[in-house]
């Protein structure tokens, strides 16, 4: 047995921000720890409530992202002993799994002594999720405003201002990626693509010279929350009033259910945001939970390498939030 391990932890992510469909993410200082150690015998061992009912056979979703690691690398390594933790809630638009992707990526090449360049690793990742918003944002940190081709991906990273905080309202119901998808349509209007060039490029825009005042405007989409909306109950009166109650501006975080705010960490009136998101969620019959969140700066990091004297669950331990 060998037992070179690395741990990893990586943030949660939002993506589109509204109007910046498969183009524009941000970090979330929500957390996923993963050990990856070399072993004899593959054995996957699942911590804290958000990760419940992951798999711990080998289809877990971990192990099969370090062994495509490992195949690309030419390298073979088919017995591992993975740990997880996680405070971040799944299936709920907040990237989860772009997360685990990211964490079993930035794992697996440093347990082989980093054959795979950062940039590799994003062309890996986003080719596995088709876009690189959630990715990006997981592996770089920071607001990440990229594109995929279908071949390459390219981004630049954006640093979100330090007052900017993020409401997030997490619906206690699952939403997938997929089911999320299906209701888009596979053509759109030329003004609503015209609309959304607008609106994304005016929010980028206005993130990177700190025009909070334009955020209201520019965080609208006409690409996917319309088609959306109606699998959310509650979502269309929070896109259309948040802002009366606070907001800078208001999306659906990722492919939902969860919305997400983003406010002015200077300015009053949180709670005033925080209720009328709730009371417009309960309107319709949908219980939720918020979170005050700020943008995760920093992307994946490497927490230990080699042979580590701290166990995976030390180490978790000396890192969640208090
Ligand atoms: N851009 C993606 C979507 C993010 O909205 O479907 C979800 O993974």
Same mark, same amino acid.
């Given at each position: 047995?060998?037992?070179?391990?690395?741990?990893?932890?990586?943030?949660?992510?939002?993506?589109?921000?509204?109007?910046?469909?498969d183009?524009?993410?941000?970090?979330?200082?929500?957390?996923?720890?993963?050990?990856?150690?070399?072993?004899?015998?593959?054995?996957?061992?699942?911590?804290?409530?958000?990760?419940?009912?992951?798999?711990?056979?080998?289809?877990?979703?971990? /192990?099969?992202?370090?062994?495509?690691?490992?195949?690309?690398?030419?390298?073979?390594?088919?017995?591992?002993?993975?740990?997880? /933790?996680?405070?971040?809630?799944?299936?709920?638009?907040?990237?989860?799994?772009?997360?685990?992707?990211?964490?079993?990526?930035v794992?697996?090449?440093?347990?082989?002594?980093e054959?795979?360049?950062?940039?590799?690793?994003?062309?890996m990742?986003?080719?596995?999720?088709?876009h690189?918003?959630?990715?990006?944002?997981?592996?770089?940190?920071?607001?990440?405003v990229?594109?995929?081709?279908?071949?390459?991906?390219?981004?630049?990273?954006?640093?979100?201002?330090?007052?900017?905080?993020?409401?997030?309202?997490?619906?206690?119901?699952?939403l997938?990626?997929?089911?999320?998808?299906?209701?888009?349509?596979?053509?759109?209007?030329?003004?609503?693509?015209v609309?959304?060039?607008?609106?994304?490029s005016?929010?980028?825009?206005?993130?990177?010279?700190?025009?909070?005042?334009?955020?209201?405007?520019?965080?609208?989409?006409?690409?996917?929350?319309?088609?959306?909306?109606?699998?959310?109950?509650?979502?269309?009166?929070?896109?259309?009033?948040?802002?009366?109650?606070?907001?800078?501006?208001?999306?659906?975080?990722?492919?939902?259910?969860?919305?997400?705010?983003?406010?002015?960490?200077?300015?009053?009136?949180?709670?005033?945001?925080?209720?009328?998101?709730?009371?417009?969620?309960?309107?319709?019959?949908?219980?939720?939970?918020?979170?005050w969140?700020?943008?995760?700066l920093?992307?994946a990091?490497?927490?230990?390498?080699?042979?580590?004297?701290?166990?995976?669950?030390?180490?978790?331990?000396?890192?969640?939030?208090?």
């Amino acid at each position: 047995m060998n037992g070179r391990s690395a741990i990893v932890k990586v943030p949660a992510s939002t993506a589109n921000l509204g109007p910046g469909f498969d183009a524009l993410g941000m970090a979330l200082d929500l957390y996923e720890w993963i050990e990856i150690r070399l072993s004899d015998r593959t054995q996957i061992h699942v911590y804290g409530d958000e990760l419940q009912g992951a798999p711990t056979d080998k289809s877990n979703l971990i /192990y099969v992202m370090a062994q495509h690691l490992f195949e690309a690398a030419g390298v073979s390594h088919p017995e591992l002993d993975i740990s997880m /933790y996680s405070n971040i809630p799944l299936t709920r638009g907040l990237g989860s799994s772009a997360t685990a992707i990211i964490g079993a990526l930035v794992a697996a090449n440093a347990l082989i002594g980093e054959p795979f360049s950062q940039d590799a690793l994003f062309q890996m990742a986003t080719a596995i999720e088709k876009h690189p918003d959630n990715v990006g944002a997981s592996l770089f940190g920071g607001i990440v405003v990229a594109f995929w081709d279908g071949k390459r991906a390219e981004y630049l990273r954006v640093e979100p201002a330090p007052s900017l905080d993020v409401l997030v309202a997490i619906p206690e119901f699952h939403l997938s990626t997929e089911k999320a998808r299906h209701v888009l349509p596979t053509q759109v209007a030329m003004k609503d693509a015209v609309f959304n060039v607008g609106h994304s490029s005016l929010l980028v825009a206005a993130l990177c010279t700190g025009r909070y005042d334009m955020i209201r405007h520019a965080m609208k989409d006409a690409l996917h929350q319309p088609y959306r909306s109606a699998l959310v109950p509650g979502m269309s009166a929070i896109l259309e009033r948040a802002t009366d109650h606070g907001a800078l501006g208001v999306a659906l975080s990722g492919a939902g259910p969860t919305l997400l705010a983003l406010v002015d960490g200077a300015s009053g009136g949180k709670q005033e945001l925080e209720k009328f998101m709730l009371d417009s969620l309960r309107a319709e019959g949908i219980g939720a939970r918020t979170m005050w969140l700020k943008p995760a700066l920093a992307g994946a990091e490497l927490l230990t390498q080699g042979d580590s004297n701290y166990t995976f669950m030390e180490v978790v331990k000396g890192e969640v939030r208090a």
